[in-house]
């Protein structure tokens, strides 16, 4: 069923019209006979509204209990079952009450949406999710009922609906609005000259960026230029406080400034542990950025700053949008912050907005940024040796004297051994501790702060030096080992889906096996859904792990487009490790689309097959049909006619034609039911063992009695096939061969025993097929070389490779010595059958198919495209 069509009036401010403009357009497609129905509208006791009811079928509406009282809600299955071609739906973000089918009256209107139903509605612009915060900002007031801004944008057509701030406080004072009592409230509160500004020119802003989506649209669809250069994507950080929902509230109307802008909101979580986010308000979070028509992302870095960045790079962010940082003015002396190193390490192809809210400098306890990628056990063991070995040495030098520069170039040992395994910070605070501890125990005046030589001072002075430079070189030296392998390691990743490409492999199963292997994730799978809200379904799935509907229930999920998203449970993973995933996730797509293209070329083939064989039958019915009908109808009416005395010789030639006709016609019509028989799949042979020597001479009845010579010993071990079938089998190959040998040479029927198996092989002398026909002529509907139309419609070897193959059984061409054609036809020997059954009537047996009578067998063709 088509998917109804979205009309929604947007009014700038309430009292503006919309729910009146709804009714007006309803009137307008009644008078055009549209079948249009109410199934929810709200007059508010206003007069001009309530009159516009009048005319209109309304739908009766769901009572139902509501915090001790009684209230009416839109009974959707009510409008179901009704079936309008439009519905009536006021008030779009209204909240259901308590024992609805949905929360949300929006999501009622999606259900009517999908059942095919056009649906009318209204909304005010203050209620859009997005715009939620600075319509507070401009009256007051928050709204509490929203509608995600997404299901607005899905909308067919969306008119804005509004008028002069100054005249809808003149509609209030006239009581076209409110009752009398309410007039003095609503203007002083709800209708200041100053708050209809704001909201009319919120609603012009708004409308205008959705005539720009429209437009690039059509500039799309018609190849022209577009008006602008890319497509805005913007990646928002998140750090888990409350001051998320502003960021995305301000980067949803940032994207909504450009064609197709998307709004990716991430998470940074560090890899040893929880952090200081709140889960309950990144769900919230969560929550919004959907229903802003954004997503959700969750990764995993040390360093937050380069997360975020190579998580933007990754996803092809033209802008960061970040909170003002939450830490107080004596904090900053620890660091410049996340913001302005995100900001100086973006470079000019990310632009950084950095939006203030409430809770900018109030402080909070952030996350020590973790330098080294090493992890957790080597830093941690790199922090014992700094810390541990310099007093552990300074005790060992204490019993054992070996001058100043053999303590220095010990604890610069000491240095390098933590530098080397917990990175750089550890490595400083040995160094630190050691030229401490080397002052204090090892320099004279010992035991004394003071140094007594000033060569001592350069001494430690460059000791110092030199171990915060090791350090330096050796963390560095650390971190690109750990780059370069990382690096290797997506290279060869790379090269692999290059590989796939190139290979044409199509194996999405296989794909995702090599997902799940390589990130060592617990399941993969590949989720794909069709336009609008519709569920997800899994394309294809690979791994043990929890089943995965929808790409929010997964640990990581990749998006690829609108449609398919990569979902894979077991653990987050780190930024840097999303590049490459969504390479896989490109690449998986690629594989589902090749998969059924190739599918849909598979039923474009058996399609073209099938007019090929109706198209072959056709001619089949046109003309080997109708010859021998035709000569059946001339002796017919021949013997009838009262004006020619026909003698008993001409009679008889006569009635012999008759009889061959028949004979013709029971050929042509037994092979066309055997082959559709074959086709559809209801050949079931009734296995016997069955001695070779009683059914060959058999099929021999429809052929010259001097044209076969029989070579079948009567030592042969019996056979497991079906008596009928492999009877209607020899039959064909016979006639085939005797047809094409010839006159004066006899076709040879023999038969052995080889390993199991019987091979019973039928030789002609004719003229032999080629290499390249001989799998051609088993084809249905093909005859070989200038054999006329009258020989048969090609059927005959078709029907006996599909009644042999049916029974377990094989035939082959092969070339005659000296000239001819060989029919090699193999089946089972009963000894070698692991049951030879007794028949059951489940299938077609030599019955189904109906037998020959003895002078003339089923049919047999030669044939060959």
């Given at each position: 069923m088509a998917r109804g069509k979205l009309r929604i009036y947007l009014g700038a401010a309430p009292g503006v019209g919309t729910t009146y403009a709804m009714l007006s357009e309803a009137h307008r497609r009644v008078e055009r006979g549209t079948d249009c129905v109410v199934a929810f509208v709200e007059h508010h006791d206003r007069p001009r509204t309530e009159a516009m009811l009048d005319g209109?079928?309304?739908?009766?509406?769901?009572?139902?209990?509501?915090?001790?009282?009684?209230?009416?809600?839109?009974?959707?299955?009510?409008?179901?079952?009704?079936?309008?071609?439009?519905?009536?739906?006021?008030?779009?973000?209204?909240?259901?009450?308590?024992?609805?089918?949905?929360?949300?009256?929006?999501?009622?209107?999606?259900?009517?949406?999908?059942?095919?139903?056009?649906?009318?509605?209204?909304?005010?612009?203050?209620?859009?999710?997005?715009?939620?915060?600075?319509?507070?900002?401009?009256?007051?007031?928050?709204?509490?009922?929203?509608?995600?801004?997404?299901?607005?944008?899905?909308?067919?057509?969306?008119?804005?609906?509004?008028?002069?701030?100054?005249?809808?406080?003149?509609?209030?004072?006239?009581?076209?609005?409110?009752?009398?009592?309410?007039?003095?409230?609503?203007?002083?509160?709800?209708?200041?000259?100053?708050?209809?500004?704001?909201?009319?020119e919120?609603?012009?802003?708004?409308?205008?960026?959705?005539?720009?989506?429209?437009?690039?649209?059509?500039?799309?669809?018609?190849?022209?230029?577009?008006?602008?250069?890319?497509?805005?994507?913007?990646?928002?950080?998140?750090?888990?406080?409350?001051?998320?929902?502003?960021?995305?509230?301000?980067?949803?109307?940032?994207?909504?400034?450009?064609?197709?802008?998307?709004?990716?909101?991430?998470?940074?979580?560090?890899?040893?542990?929880?952090?200081?986010?709140?889960?309950?308000?990144?769900?919230?979070?969560?929550?919004?950025?959907?229903?802003?028509?954004?997503?959700?992302?969750?990764?995993?870095?040390d360093d937050i700053p380069t997360a975020l960045l190579d998580f933007a790079r990754g996803a092809d962010a033209t802008r960061i949008v970040l909170g003002s940082s939450r830490r107080k003015a004596w904090q900053h002396m620890l660091g410049p912050g996340v913001g302005a190193t995100v900001a100086r390490e973006s470079g000019t192809d990310l632009d950084?907005?950095?939006?203030?809210?409430?809770?900018?400098?109030?402080?909070?306890?952030?996350?020590?940024?973790?330098?080294?990628?090493?992890?957790?056990?080597?830093?941690?063991?790199?922090?014992?040796?700094?810390?541990?070995?310099?007093?552990?040495?300074?005790?060992?030098?204490?019993?054992?004297?070996?001058?100043?520069?053999?303590?220095?170039?010990?604890?610069?040992?000491?240095?390098?051994?933590?530098?080397?395994?917990?990175?750089?910070?550890?490595?400083?605070?040995?160094?630190?501790?050691?030229?401490?501890?080397?002052?204090?125990?090892?320099?004279?005046?010992?035991?004394?702060?003071?140094?007594?030589?000033?060569?001592?001072?350069?001494?430690?002075?460059?000791?110092?030096?030199?171990?915060?430079?090791?350090?330096?070189?050796?963390?560095?030296?650390?971190?690109?080992?750990?780059?370069?392998?990382?690096?290797?390691?997506?290279?060869?990743?790379?090269?692999?889906?290059?590989?796939?490409?190139?290979?044409?492999?199509?194996?999405?199963?296989?794909?995702?096996?090599?997902?799940?292997?390589?990130?060592?994730?617990?399941?993969?799978?590949?989720?794909?859904?069709?336009?609008?809200?519709?569920?997800?379904?899994?394309?294809?799935?690979a791994g043990v792990g929890r089943p995965v509907r929808r790409p929010e229930d997964a640990d990581v999920d990749v998006p690829v487009g609108d449609r398919l998203a990569l979902a894979l449970t077991g653990r987050a993973l780190p930024a840097e490790d999303r590049r490459v995933l969504g390479a896989f996730?490109?690449?998986?797509?690629?594989?589902?689309?090749?998969?059924?293209?190739?599918?849909?070329?598979?039923?474009?083939?058996?399609?073209?097959?099938?007019?090929?064989?109706?198209?072959?039958?056709?001619?089949?019915?046109?003309?080997?049909?109708?010859?021998?009908?035709?000569?059946i109808k001339a002796a017919v009416s021949g013997l009838r006619s009262d004006d020619v005395a026909w003698s008993e010789e001409d009679r008889a030639e006569l009635l012999e034609g008759i009889e061959v006709g028949a004979d013709r016609l029971d050929h042509v019509v037994g092979n066309l039911l055997d082959m559709s028989r074959l086709r559809t799949g209801t050949v079931t042979p009734i296995i016997r063992e069955t001695d070779l020597d009683e059914v060959v001479p058999m099929a021999l009845g429809g052929v010259p009695e001097d044209s076969v010579a029989l070579d079948v010993p009567e030592t042969l071990p019996m056979v497991a096939v079906d008596a009928g079938l492999l009877e209607r089998a020899v039959a064909n190959l016979v006639e085939n061969a005797v047809k094409y040998s010839p006159d004066g040479t006899s076709v040879l029927v023999s038969a052995r025993a080889l390993a199991g198996r019987v091979e019973l092989r039928v030789v002609d002398r004719g003229p032999g097929v080629p290499d390249d026909a001989k799998e051609r002529i088993f084809e249905a509907f093909q005859r070989y070389g200038d054999a006329p139309r009258g020989t048969g419609v090609g059927l005959g070897l078709a029907v006996a490779r599909g009644f042999t193959e049916a029974m377990g059984g094989t035939l082959v061409a092969e070339d005659t010595p000296g000239g001819g054609l060989t029919m090699v036809l193999t089946v089972r020997a009963a000894e070698d059958r692991d049951t030879a059954r007794p028949g059951r009537p489940t299938g077609l047996d030599s019955a189904a198919v109906g037998d020959p009578p003895p002078e003339q067998p089923a049919g047999s063709e030669r044939q060959a495209s």
């Amino acid at each position: 069923m088509a998917r109804g069509k979205l009309r929604i009036y947007l009014g700038a401010a309430p009292g503006v019209g919309t729910t009146y403009a709804m009714l007006s357009e309803a009137h307008r497609r009644v008078e055009r006979g549209t079948d249009c129905v109410v199934a929810f509208v709200e007059h508010h006791d206003r007069p001009r509204t309530e009159a516009m009811l009048d005319g209109l079928e309304q739908v009766t509406r769901r009572r139902l209990e509501h915090q001790g009282g009684a209230r009416t809600e839109m009974d959707v299955d009510a409008v179901l079952a009704r079936g309008p071609q439009v519905a009536l739906v006021d008030e779009l973000a209204h909240t259901n009450a308590q024992g609805s089918r949905h929360t949300k009256r929006w999501q009622d209107v999606e259900e009517l949406l999908s059942a095919g139903i056009d649906v009318i509605s209204t909304v005010n612009i203050a209620h859009l999710e997005s715009l939620g915060d600075i319509a507070e900002a401009i009256t007051g007031v928050r709204q509490r009922e929203t509608v995600p801004d997404e299901f607005v944008r899905r909308a067919d057509r969306i008119e804005l609906v509004g008028m002069e701030p100054q005249a809808l406080p003149r509609r209030t004072a006239h009581g076209n609005i409110h009752a009398p009592d309410q007039v003095d409230a609503a203007l002083s509160n709800h209708f200041r000259p100053g708050d209809l500004t704001g909201l009319r020119e919120l609603a012009l802003l708004w409308v205008a960026g959705r005539a720009d989506e429209y437009l690039n649209q059509y500039r799309g669809e018609h190849r022209e230029p577009a008006l602008r250069g890319s497509r805005e994507r913007i990646v928002v950080g998140l750090t888990g406080g409350p001051e998320g929902r502003t960021l995305l509230r301000r980067a949803a109307r940032l994207a909504e400034k450009g064609a197709g802008g998307a709004v990716l909101a991430v998470h940074i979580a560090g890899s040893d542990g929880p952090t200081s986010a709140s889960p309950e308000e990144l769900a919230v979070q969560r929550t919004l950025v959907e229903d802003l028509g954004g997503t959700f992302h969750h990764v995993v870095g040390d360093d937050i700053p380069t997360a975020l960045l190579d998580f933007a790079r990754g996803a092809d962010a033209t802008r960061i949008v970040l909170g003002s940082s939450r830490r107080k003015a004596w904090q900053h002396m620890l660091g410049p912050g996340v913001g302005a190193t995100v900001a100086r390490e973006s470079g000019t192809d990310l632009d950084v907005h950095i939006v203030t809210h409430e809770e900018a400098a109030k402080g909070r306890r952030l996350p020590v940024p973790r330098g080294a990628r090493l992890g957790r056990a080597r830093i941690i063991s790199g922090w014992a040796v700094g810390l541990a070995g310099p007093p552990l040495m300074t005790a060992l030098l204490s019993a054992v004297h070996l001058g100043l520069a053999n303590d220095m170039l010990l604890f610069l040992a000491l240095t390098v051994a933590a530098a080397l395994l917990g990175g750089l910070f550890p490595a400083l605070a040995s160094a630190a501790l050691g030229c401490l501890l080397l002052n204090y125990f090892h320099t004279p005046p010992l035991h004394h702060w003071t140094i007594a030589d000033p060569k001592n001072i350069v001494a430690i002075v460059i000791f110092v030096g030199v171990a915060v430079s090791v350090a330096s070189v050796v963390d560095l030296a650390a971190r690109r080992t750990e780059q370069a392998a990382r690096l290797r390691a997506e290279s060869e990743i790379l090269s692999y889906l290059a590989g796939n490409v190139l290979r044409g492999e199509t194996s999405l199963e296989a794909l995702l096996e090599r997902v799940r292997e390589t990130f060592g994730m617990e399941s993969a799978a590949l989720l794909e859904r069709g336009e609008g809200t519709t569920p997800w379904t899994c394309a294809g799935r690979a791994g043990v792990g929890r089943p995965v509907r929808r790409p929010e229930d997964a640990d990581v999920d990749v998006p690829v487009g609108d449609r398919l998203a990569l979902a894979l449970t077991g653990r987050a993973l780190p930024a840097e490790d999303r590049r490459v995933l969504g390479a896989f996730a490109a690449q998986a797509a690629v594989v589902l689309d090749r998969r059924r293209l190739q599918e849909e070329a598979d039923r474009a083939r058996t399609l073209a097959e099938g007019n090929r064989i109706r198209t072959a039958l056709l001619a089949a019915v046109s003309h080997d049909l109708r010859t021998p009908l035709a000569g059946i109808k001339a002796a017919v009416s021949g013997l009838r006619s009262d004006d020619v005395a026909w003698s008993e010789e001409d009679r008889a030639e006569l009635l012999e034609g008759i009889e061959v006709g028949a004979d013709r016609l029971d050929h042509v019509v037994g092979n066309l039911l055997d082959m559709s028989r074959l086709r559809t799949g209801t050949v079931t042979p009734i296995i016997r063992e069955t001695d070779l020597d009683e059914v060959v001479p058999m099929a021999l009845g429809g052929v010259p009695e001097d044209s076969v010579a029989l070579d079948v010993p009567e030592t042969l071990p019996m056979v497991a096939v079906d008596a009928g079938l492999l009877e209607r089998a020899v039959a064909n190959l016979v006639e085939n061969a005797v047809k094409y040998s010839p006159d004066g040479t006899s076709v040879l029927v023999s038969a052995r025993a080889l390993a199991g198996r019987v091979e019973l092989r039928v030789v002609d002398r004719g003229p032999g097929v080629p290499d390249d026909a001989k799998e051609r002529i088993f084809e249905a509907f093909q005859r070989y070389g200038d054999a006329p139309r009258g020989t048969g419609v090609g059927l005959g070897l078709a029907v006996a490779r599909g009644f042999t193959e049916a029974m377990g059984g094989t035939l082959v061409a092969e070339d005659t010595p000296g000239g001819g054609l060989t029919m090699v036809l193999t089946v089972r020997a009963a000894e070698d059958r692991d049951t030879a059954r007794p028949g059951r009537p489940t299938g077609l047996d030599s019955a189904a198919v109906g037998d020959p009578p003895p002078e003339q067998p089923a049919g047999s063709e030669r044939q060959a495209s």
